[in-house]
């Protein structure tokens, strides 16, 4: 079955560090979104990517970066971990359709100390 | 501007009530799309439905019915004789058919707990 998963699951790092946060999907979807998730905001995106060599900013992309090398993975990186950063990261993919529904991956929960 | 916007910050029920949730978006495009998804304790988020621009046809499935209503911009929710299961946030989310545009903007989401 298709699915989209997350690595690590969660991850705790300091303050200044680099990281990675992987997601992996084998729907075969152009469309690949990074959100994150705090109390009070809902999902806020983060970057997203409609293809190979696509990548775009949303509303809170400020510390952020993604890379688009393949259509299976959008991995995003923080450059230099804020405490601000703490939160739960969702990667979603969807298909080339407004109408379509993204399907989610389940989540990494970073702690930035 | 938000443009999904969900009022109810928490909702709580006794098992067997009936949950009605809001839900409020704004957009100028013509032709949009509207989400409910549930995200239960566990984490994951699930899809519920999707409702276009152009059918304002409410729907019951099972527990579950939604009413669209565009001369009030809303799309709400209702978990009809809850049940402790449907403990979960809820979000409401708009897609806006603007050329080769495929973002969700998600509300803030409802906390609904359901008590036994």
């Known amino acids: 079955d298709a699915e989209i998963t997350q690595s690590p699951r969660h991850k705790i790092t300091e303050t200044g560090r680099q990281v990675t946060l992987a997601c992996h999907q084998t729907?075969?979807?152009?469309?690949m979104f990074w959100y994150r998730q705090d109390l009070g905001h809902g999902l806020r995106l983060i970057h997203y990517s409609y293809g190979v060599h696509d990548t775009n900013k949303g509303e809170v992309s400020d510390g952020y970066s993604v890379s688009r090398s393949n259509t299976e993975d959008l991995p995003l990186t923080l450059e230099s971990a804020a405490s601000s950063q703490t939160s739960v990261y969702f990667c979603?993919?969807?298909?080339?359709?407004?109408?379509?529904?993204?399907?989610f991956g389940p989540g990494t929960r970073l702690t930035v100390l | 501007a938000q443009k999904v916007t969900q009022a109810q910050t928490e909702i709580s029920v006794v098992e067997k009530e009936d949950v009605t949730l809001d839900c409020v978006y704004e957009t100028r495009d013509t032709t949009y799309y509207l989400f409910w998804y549930k995200q239960p304790p566990s984490g994951e988020l699930v899809f519920l439905i999707r409702?276009?621009?152009?059918?304002?046809q409410n729907e019951i499935s099972g527990r579950y019915s939604w009413n669209f209503q565009k001369s009030t911009s809303s799309f709400n929710f209702t978990i009809t004789a809850s049940q402790v299961v449907d403990s979960a946030v809820y979000f409401c989310a708009l897609s806006e058919a603007t050329s080769n545009d495929y973002k969700l903007s998600f509300g803030a989401g409802t906390t609904v707990t359901v008590r036994a």
């Open positions: 409702r276009n621009s152009f059918d304002e």
């Open positions: 729907w075969n979807h152009n469309n």
């Open positions: 979603a993919s969807s298909e080339e359709y407004p109408y379509n529904e993204q399907f």
